[in-house]
Nanobody, 114 residues
Framework: VQLQASGGGLVQSGGSLRLSCAAS????????VAWYRQAPGKERELVAR???????TYSESVNGRFTISGDTANNTLYLQMNSLKPEDTGVYSC?????????WGQGTQVTVSS
């Protein structure tokens, strides 16, 4: 399984970005798909997750601003990020769980300037 993340960049506070995670396998084969982020000097944290059969999960800090979605036609996971804040700065990585195995895409840097 190969995951290719893209879409990061530098944006001003209040701006928007959309991250993409293109997979080499069908998104329907995943038990769960998620975005994580790691800010400088901090541990990696869950941003949002779609798990088969349960409601979508968002971290409290992004709920209402970020939207996770999947496109089964092109096997791509997205993270639409609106109203970005400087504290959203970090390296964002996509994660897929397939048959209890974890797969990670390379990170994409998001930097939000104040």
């Amino acid at each position: 399984v190969q995951l290719q993340a893209s879409g990061g960049g530098l944006v001003q506070s209040g701006g928007s970005l959309r991250l993409s995670c293109a997979a080499s396998v069908s998104i329907s084969s995943a038990d769960a798909v998620a975005w994580y982020r790691q800010a400088p000097g901090k541990e990696r944290e869950l941003v949002a997750r779609i798990t088969s059969g349960v409601p979508t999960t968002y971290s409290e800090s992004v709920n209402g601003r970020f939207t996770i979605s999947g496109d089964t036609a092109n096997n791509t996971l997205y993270l639409q990020m609106n109203s970005l804040k400087p504290e959203d700065t970090g390296v964002y990585s996509c994660n897929w769980i397939i048959n209890y195995q974890n797969y990670w895409g390379q990170g994409t840097q998001v930097t939000v300037s104040s």
